[in-house]
């Protein structure tokens, strides 16, 4: 399933397979479930992250974006409620739904939009990264001990410890 994610809320044609895979997902369950709005907010969400990462919009074609719906319930919210997984990806210019399941999870599952990049993706932060910084790579030079060059006699050596270290 590639449904694109539009821009607008309004029941068109294509809104409507996407509504119609969330009600199939959702089932009678009404609470905590996505609808369509929140899928567009969602894909809007994971765009806004991708930019703030600072990955070009050429750079996020692959992306994924997982999304939980429901918000944060409270721990002491004791039973469990039906949520919408959901995973967007990104094509060259806008998202499309590829999974959307439900079930039924606990208060400690946060909910939210998720965001995974390709590997092509990560190298390039990874270097405009590295950019910024340079490395040291040469490892330091070995410590050079005196007792090994010099031979010092015990008494010296009991008389400067005793001056500089108070012994």
């Not at 600072?54 to 409270?74: Q, Y």
């Not at 950019?131 to 410590?143: L, T």
Request: net charge positive.
């Amino acid at each position: 399933m590639h449904l694109r994610i539009p821009p607008t809320t309004d029941l068109n044609s294509a809104n409507v397979k996407i509504a119609t895979a969330l009600a199939a997902a959702n089932g009678k369950a009404t609470a905590h479930t996505a609808t369509l709005r929140d899928l567009a907010a969602a894909a809007e969400d994971a765009e806004a992250q991708l930019a703030a990462l600072g990955l070009p919009p050429s750079r996020r074609a692959g992306a994924e974006a997982c999304h939980v719906s429901g918000g944060n319930v409270s721990n002491s919210y004791k039973y469990r409620r039906r949520a919408t997984y959901s995973t967007l990806r990104r094509g060259t210019d806008s998202w499309f739904l590829v999974l959307c399941t439900s079930a039924d999870v606990w208060p400690s599952v946060k909910s939210g939009t998720f965001i995974s990049i390709p590997a092509e993706a990560d190298e390039y932060l990874a270097a405009k990264l590295r950019d910024r910084y340079a490395v040291i790579r040469a490892k330091a030079p070995a410590p050079i001990i005196l007792d090994d060059l010099i031979p010092i006699p015990e008494d010296v050596q009991a008389s400067v410890m005793r001056q500089f270290f108070a012994v």
